[in-house]
């Protein structure tokens, strides 16, 4: 089974960029017939679908999302990575990554980021 | 594209069967069998209990199951255990490869 390991800055200036990447083992990215996906989770609050990319660079976004979202893929590394836009304190989140298969599956261990004024 | 509707919480006694409802439109759940359920422990990562809206990955409990009838997929819990309290979350492709998540449900064993 993969595993998924999210790593990045756990403190963000507010109006800038936030990029996180997800480092798979266990498996090819780029031979697998996967989806690779990010998912958020505000504090207390619940889930958030951002978005996924499939190992050709095809990507999905969430609509409310998509104008501040860029997911990319480097498959000789085996990661993905997350790039939102213009942060606010409302983005501050637990950030996980996910393989997705119909639906999520594989899940990394999450990681908080925190958006600061 | 907005939330599933679940309930905030739910709680029973040891042993007590618990249903917990995720409700959508007819542009997710009621257009499609791919509704998957959540368990998640605090702090931890989610883990996938339920997908296809009724089938269980190996090795999860077969005290766990689903259900769906129209815009409403439901998680039922039998013989319900302390290690049973969590949050509980559900999740609907929406179409085009999107999906949405349900508002979430904490479950408290009495």
């Known amino acids: 089974q993969p595993q998924l390991q999210e790593s990045g800055p756990g403190l963000v200036r507010a109006s800038e960029t936030l990029s996180l990447s997800c480092t798979v083992s266990?498996?090819?990215?780029?031979?697998?017939?996967?989806?690779w996906g990010w998912i958020r989770q505000p504090p207390g609050k619940g889930l958030e679908w951002i978005g996924s990319?499939?190992?050709?660079?095809?990507?999905y976004y969430n609509p409310s999302l998509k104008s501040r979202v860029t997911i990319t893929v480097d498959t000789s590394k085996n990661q993905f990575s997350l790039n939102l836009r213009s942060v606010t304190a409302a983005d501050t989140a637990v950030y996980y990554c996910?393989?997705?298969?119909?639906?999520?599956?594989?899940w990394g261990q999450g990681t908080l980021v925190t958006v600061s004024s | 594209q907005s939330a599933l509707t679940q309930p905030a919480s739910v709680s029973g006694s040891p042993g007590q069967s618990i249903t917990i409802s995720c409700t959508g439109t007819?542009?997710?759940?009621?257009?499609?069998?791919?509704v998957s359920w959540y368990q998640q422990h605090p702090g931890k990562a989610p883990k996938l209990i339920i997908y296809?809206?009724?089938k269980r990955p190996a090795g999860v409990s077969n005290r766990f199951s689903g259900s769906k009838s129209g815009n409403t997929a439901s998680l039922t819990i039998s013989g319900l255990q302390a290690e049973d309290e969590a949050d509980y979350h559900c999740?609907?492709?929406?179409?085009?490869?999107?999906?949405?998540f349900g508002t979430g449900t904490k479950v408290t064993v009495l």
């Open positions: 996910a393989r997705q298969v119909l639906q999520p599956d594989y």
């Open positions: 266990g498996g090819s990215i780029g031979s697998s017939s996967y989806y």
């Open positions: 990319i499939y190992s050709s660079g095809t990507t």
């Open positions: 007819s542009s997710d759940v009621g257009s499609y069998r791919f």
């Open positions: 296809e809206a009724t």
């Open positions: 999740c609907s492709y929406t179409g085009t490869s999107t999906y949405v």
